[in-house]
């Protein structure tokens, strides 16, 4: 279970930075963006999001549930930030 985490980490095709896809889906076709738009662009969403349908309502997806319980929470901590603002 270890060892493949460190083989991901070192991986010669691992992302290194923010990408946005920019063709249609499926498609392969991405741009590199910087780490200070990208957020900038999520956060954006998300206000859209709470602008729309109210707070409470975005949905977070946590992965695959091989994870350590701190980076399984990191996901609802983000999605419940509305709350304490």
């Known amino acids: 279970k270890g060892s493949?985490?460190?083989?991901?980490?070192?991986?010669g095709d691992r992302l290194r930075y923010p990408l946005k896809?920019?063709?249609e889906r499926g498609e392969g076709?991405?741009?590199r963006m910087s780490w200070d738009d990208i957020t900038t662009e999520i956060a954006d969403?998300?206000?859209?999001i709470f602008e729309?349908?109210?707070p409470g309502k975005l949905m977070t997806?946590?992965?695959?549930?091989n994870q350590s319980m701190?980076?399984?929470a990191a996901p609802y901590r983000f999605a419940s930030l509305h709350r304490c603002g």
């Open 21 to 23: 896809r920019v063709g």
């Open 61 to 65: 997806h946590t992965g695959s549930g």
């Open 70 to 72: 701190v980076r399984l």
């Open 52 to 54: 729309k349908h109210g």
């Open 29 to 31: 076709k991405w741009q």
């Open 45 to 48: 969403k998300v206000l859209d």
């Open 4 to 11: 493949i985490h460190s083989a991901a980490m070192y991986e």
